[in-house]
């Protein structure tokens, strides 16, 4: 440790990579925090865990009773051990005894991004509430028309403040905050939503997966998702340079646009009722012709039944650069896929069961590149760019709901179905730190 | 020269490819832990060889294989399609004629170190049409891979007792190799996407579909009525005793009381509800996740995993 200052203070290390190298090896070093606990107040299952956007000061986590409690992540509220544990109780929780409180359980509760001053929550009981965190009280209500699953703001929005729903119902709804009103409705899935997730790049990109096994990209300013993500287009890997990838960009596109005019004939035909179906198309053109016209270019998308995963799409996530997008499913897999190209890099996280029937958390971490996937009762750290299991957390007596990484302390919380928070921080002591290689292993030094 | 050859050692003299393996391993005492690997790859390159020679005899019992050729030798591979080739070598000789030998996914998560290897290894097989997957419709992620020489032979033979039973529409079968296999190469096909293509050879009537299906190359999606999957024919009996077989060895090492058994102890148990042989199963369980394997100083050791 001394000798890696030292080597940042004559320039030989830059400070980039000295910072990265001091972070990469806490969070490789993860374990249940023995110094610090949250007290949780929830009498059923943790759903959703977020640490604030501004700061990282505040964790915000939701729960199946119908409570929401906010944490102070970084001051105790009191110590115990004479001053060797933390114990973090919650600053104030609102619940079913509040009296505009959820009815049922809380699936997803998220901050506002721009700063602590809101917060967001969507329930079982069709309501997603927009909450004032000075004072606890519900200010806008929106009503959905069906269980809602997930809620997200985009946390690079400049000139929207839009919260996406994905419910029961087929169609993710946008609501507007300022206005108290839907603002968009995206109609494309076959299925309800399970997971949405506002893109890290643009402020106008939303990813949405259905219980259908379809994840779709859909362009706000747009009518009609632009992209549907489909397991069978794939790419090996990181995408190639600019010159192949055009080349094999054109072919594919080529091949789906004629692929997609051919369907779009065919079952336009089959609308017409004949049974046979010729070879050319030429005969029935002008009818053709008339039928597209009635389906407008953004409702095209609906017409692809291209699926993501084999079962309902649980949890996505974007990687924080934008280029890469983490998909979980409840046929246990886990997908990585390029954003820009769409494809399937094809990359193989080991999990073995993940849970099937409820949406999960995954966390990401930039250097190392981790994704952390709650799996059954054990989170594991996968390397994103290998696939291997690098970490496994266990300590949850129950099935593990959801998590998230806090990058400026390098910690992880994780919310489970036996409702508690715990506190993964990384091993080991500051003193244990710096002296760790000065002492040379003396091996003479044994005794029986 | 002929004084030469009276001294000359004994493993030059020609004898059959598994004696001469007996041979090389007994004339190697001094295996060091580089050597042993050495003498596995060895062992791996000959079996290639020893695998053709097999299926030209006709096959020989498994419990030589189990002999000759431990498992535990030969779990891991470095590369797919080495492992693709050997286990269609290994794959038990039941129904030969009707169904081809398949190799499920998990087997190679657990021949191959690197899973995401695996995945892009076969893709590229799959992309240049030596091998195709299949979705098996057990509940669970499972894929079977089929080399397309044993696939287009099984087609042809289908195509053949179709004919000899006076079946009308039988040129379907030679429309679906000719212009679906070779274009389509997902696991899935749309009802449009399938007549399109098929009428590109000629006119398409749903008689021809309803052979497809009754031949078993295709079968109806439960979650989409206007998809298909593409299916391996005559299946059934494998499929059943895939799942059964999967049951009775998690249940064979669940009752043990520490859950954990010799691989070369399990490996010489039969499975009695299974026609699908020991090592197929240890290999499937054990890539997706179900088993796990440790080595011990007596070997390896296999233990049902805890989740």
Known sequence: ?448 | TDKNRKYAPSFVVLLCEKEKNMKRIITNPESSASGAKKRRREKEEEEVGCGHAENEDGGISSEDQCLLHPLEDELTFSDTSVALRMMRAQFPRIDQALVPPFILQSQLYSSVNDRTQVDRELECLRREKVVRVFKLNTGQDDHGIIFMDDYLNQVDGIAKRMEEKKQSDVEVFEWFKGHVLDSKLEPSIGHDELCSLLSLAGKVKDSHITLLINAGLVTRQLMDPNMYWFAIPSIGKLWKGLLQGRKELLSLLKRKRHKEMFLAELERKRLRYSPLDMRFHIRDLIGSGHLKTFSTTSGLVVRVSRD
């Open chain 1, 1 to 448: 440790m001394w000798e890696a200052i030292q080597g940042r203070e004559t320039g030989r290390v830059r400070s980039n990579s000295f910072v990265n190298q001091f972070k990469s090896r806490r969070i490789l070093s993860l374990q249940l925090s023995n110094r610090k606990d949250f007290v949780s107040p929830h009498r059923g299952s943790v759903n959703s865990l977020q640490a604030d956007l501004t700061e990282g000061r505040y964790l915000l986590s939701g729960a199946s009773d119908g409570s929401a409690a906010v944490f102070d992540i970084q001051r105790a509220t009191e110590y115990e051990a004479s001053g060797l544990i933390a114990k973090h109780k919650c600053i104030f929780t609102v619940d079913k005894q509040h009296e505009n409180g959820h009815k049922y359980a809380i699936s997803s509760a998220i901050w506002y991004p721009i700063d602590t001053g809101l917060f967001v929550t969507g329930s079982y009981d069709h309501y997603i509430k927009v909450w004032d965190t000075n004072t606890a009280q519900a200010v806008v209500d929106f009503k959905m028309p069906g269980k809602v699953y997930r809620t997200a703001m985009s946390s690079l929005a400049m000139s929207h403040t839009l919260i996406a729903a994905g419910t029961e119902d087929v169609q993710v709804r946008l609501c507007d905050i300022a206005s108290g009103a839907f603002s968009h409705t995206l109609s494309g899935h076959r299925d309800g939503v399970m997971s949405v997730e506002w893109s890290t790049s643009s402020e106008w990109v939303l990813y949405t997966g259905g219980c259908d096994g379809a994840i779709r990209f859909w362009d706000i300013r747009r009518a009609g998702c632009f992209r549907v993500l489909d397991q069978s287009v794939t790419q090996l890997g990181v995408r190639p340079p600019v010159l192949k990838h055009t080349a094999v960009s054109s072919k594919k596109s080529a091949k789906s646009s004629s692929g997609a005019q051919n369907r779009l004939k065919s079952l336009q035909s089959k609308h017409t009722g004949s049974q046979i179906i010729k070879g050319s198309y030429s005969a029935k053109a002008s009818v053709e012709k008339s039928r597209q016209k009635r389906l407008h270019p953004g409702m095209l998308s609906t017409l692809d039944r291209a699926t993501a995963h084999y079962g309902a799409v649980t949890g996505l996530k974007a990687t924080n650069d934008g280029m890469y997008l983490l998909s979980a499913g409840s046929d246990s897999r886990i997908r990585l896929w390029d954003t820009e190209s769409g494809c399937n890099t094809l990359l193989n996280f080991e999990t073995g069961r993940i849970q099937t029937n409820k949406a999960i958390q995954l966390a990401t971490s930039d250097d190392p590149a981790l994704v952390f996937v709650p799996c059954m009762k054990t989170v594991k750290a996968f390397g994103m760019w290998s696939g291997k299991t690098r970490l496994m957390f266990r300590g949850h007596y129950e099935s593990v709901n959801c998590c998230c990484f806090n990058s400026t302390d390098q910690e992880l919380y994780t919310g489970g179905a036996d409702r508690q928070i715990l506190v993964w921080s990384p091993g080991g002591t500051m003193e244990g730190e710096m002296v760790q290689d000065e002492v040379a292993e003396d091996k003479d030094n044994w005794s029986d």
